[in-house]
């Protein structure tokens, strides 16, 4: 176990420990308001844990292993007991896994049983990333005063409905987790998640999407059916959409997130709600995926030293609202508050000849290109979370290589120019058929003419015969873009399976059989200027 302990606090950068010496009572009872009985371990050191404040963790993954252990060790082993509880239906805990729709009311109930136990002292803070986030805002307007801290790590307060959106349907997260956990508790799950990979990645191209399910594991899923049924606004997810508890929050929140992750846009307007509300709140975001590791180090370093300082009645060291790793720069940076004051929108037009500047362009015709859903525009990097498929800052050569790519970029830039905050576009379009889809990325162009990516977002039009605006918010960024470099922007029509693939045809996305090819047109003339939105310090000249 000593090994365990060792390479953990290697992986996670932590100082030594108070002690490496840990018990744990497994396979705790705790019962739930209906009669369902779910399943807790307790970590703790083997002597004095009595009484020492707990971290409370609620997992849908299993309480062992590679998920859980490197969440709980590190914690138990400086100064917390830690309770890891399987959520509803999971890993041997009672009634029916349901996804996000039991977690208020099992985690009220936790709470309750938590703070009556005898070796429970006189506080406690909650802990987790993803789900385990998702589940401390399900609770966080009806937290006990034993409750001193929230660490929410790329996490928001409704989970997966950004994907859901029906501007603009994320297919791949919410389906390669649908098929992930309905085969988890399975023997060798993880080896056969790896060894299924391309299977599920091919299952995407299924017609109609809702056979995709058997395509990829052979058997149906509700939760994807219902992903595929219902989109974000439908009654159907109400259970899941807890922003409007956010503001009622009274206990100090840590939040982590990363430039990549797919919570980003969620987890800033939650830390905007709170702040917004007078409540204590710090935000942290790395150049980081939703599985990076720089997750982990930093979201356990929060609770050590930001969770357990609360949970003393301390304060923690002082340091600024706001801490933001500046790509580009690739350096931290403090600022306070999000977005951060100074950066003033500053609009980056298109222009004929896949010219990218700062003044409008003149009388010009559009640019062109031809979308077939049948050979979709691929996602590259990015906001990504699928086994085997590289994140975050990637390569783009290939990709602008495409036909269905359009690209525009600046002269070389004479100064650093510094983007941090919300970027949007703005594309006048046109599609030879009403359903189509609009996808714009920010990228950076080094000296080597080497085209990463910096952020990027998409839009669903059922218009888009008529020429129109049509306006795209991207993931937000904190970016330098160097001296000596440019800055460019693509326009496309899709980036699978990140998001679905659009077939043209108006279809529900669920029964969808035919794909029609389109013909896109971008303007960028006096009566439509296209232009890139992005928050700037420093004008472009």
């Not at 914690?75 to 509880?85: C, H, M, P, S």
């Not at 009274?250 to 709600?273: C, E, K, M, N």
């Not at 304060?315 to 600022?335: I, S, Y």
């Not at 306006?471 to 440019?486: D, E, K, Q, S």
């Amino acid at each position: 176990m000593n090994l365990g302990s060792h390479l953990i606090q290697r992986l996670l950068r932590l100082p030594p420990p108070i002690t490496r010496d840990l018990v744990v009572e497994r396979d705790l009872d705790v019962p739930m308001r209906d009669g369902a009985v779910l399943l807790a371990d307790r970590w703790a050191p083997k002597s004095g844990g009595d009484g020492l404040p707990t971290a409370l963790l609620r997992i849908p993954y299993g309480r062992a292993g590679m998920a859980a252990g490197p969440m709980v060790r590190p914690l138990a082993e400086r100064g917390f007991q830690v309770l890891i509880q399987s959520t509803r239906g999971t890993f041997g805990s009672g009634g029916t896994f349901d996804p996000f729709r039991h977690e208020r009311e099992d985690g009220l109930d936790t709470l309750e049983w938590v703070t009556k136990q005898p070796w429970f002292g006189e506080s406690m803070v909650l802990f987790g990333m993803s789900y385990l986030g998702f589940v401390q805002w399900a609770v966080a307007d009806r937290l006990p005063p034993q409750v001193k801290a929230m660490i929410v790590s790329v996490s928001e307060s409704a989970l997966s409905l950004e994907f859901l959106r029906k501007d603009g349907f994320s297919l791949e997260v919410p389906f390669d987790w649908g098929v992930m956990v309905a085969g988890q508790e399975r023997r060798w799950a993880i080896p056969r998640q790896l060894l299924g990979a391309k299977r599920v990645q091919r299952a995407l191209y299924t017609l109609p999407l809702s056979q995709a399910d058997v395509a990829a594991m052979g058997c149906r899923s509700d939760y994807i059916q219902d992903v595929l049924a219902h989109d974000a606004d439908a009654p159907h997810w109400e259970l899941l959409d807890h922003r409007h508890r956010v503001a009622d929050v009274t206990v100090p929140v840590s939040s982590v997130g990363g430039w990549y992750d797919i919570f980003l846009p969620g987890q800033l307007r939650d830390h905007q709600a709170l702040r917004a509300a007078g409540r204590e709140s710090r935000l942290t975001v790395g150049p980081w995926a939703h599985v990076s590791r720089g997750v982990g180090v930093t979201a356990t370093a929060e609770a050590l030293d930001f969770g357990l300082a609360h949970a003393r009645s301390e304060q923690p060291p002082e340091r600024a609202p706001v801490r933001l790793f500046v790509m580009g720069e690739e350096t931290w940076r403090d600022f306070p508050s999000w977005p951060p004051p100074g950066y003033a929108p500053q609009r980056l037009h298109l222009h004929p000849a896949g010219a990218l500047a700062a003044d409008a362009a003149g009388e010009s015709a559009p640019d062109g290109y031809r979308y077939d859903p049948a050979d979709p525009t691929p996602a590259v990097g990015g906001v990504r979370l699928a086994t085997g498929i590289k994140a975050g800052r990637v390569d783009n050569t290939g990709l602008e290589a495409r036909p269905d790519v359009l690209t525009y970029t600046t002269a070389t830039l004479d100064t650093d120019v510094e983007v941090i905050g919300e970027v949007s576009a703005e594309i006048w379009f046109r599609s030879s058929l009403p359903c189509a889809d609009v996808f714009v990325r920010l990228c950076d162009v080094d000296e080597k003419d080497r085209s990463t990516n910096v952020c990027d977002g998409l839009i669903s039009l059922t218009e888009a015969d008529r020429t129109a605006c049509a306006t795209v918010r991207l993931w937000p960024t904190a970016y330098r873009f160097r001296r000596g470099h440019r800055i460019r922007v693509q326009v496309s029509s899709g980036a699978f399976p990140r998001y679905n693939r659009n077939p043209g045809t108006g279809e529900p996305r669920a029964t969808a059989t035919t794909l029609r090819a389109a013909d896109q047109e971008v303007f960028h003339d006096p009566e439509h200027p296209s232009a890139m939105i992005l928050p700037v310090r420093q004008p472009i000249d």
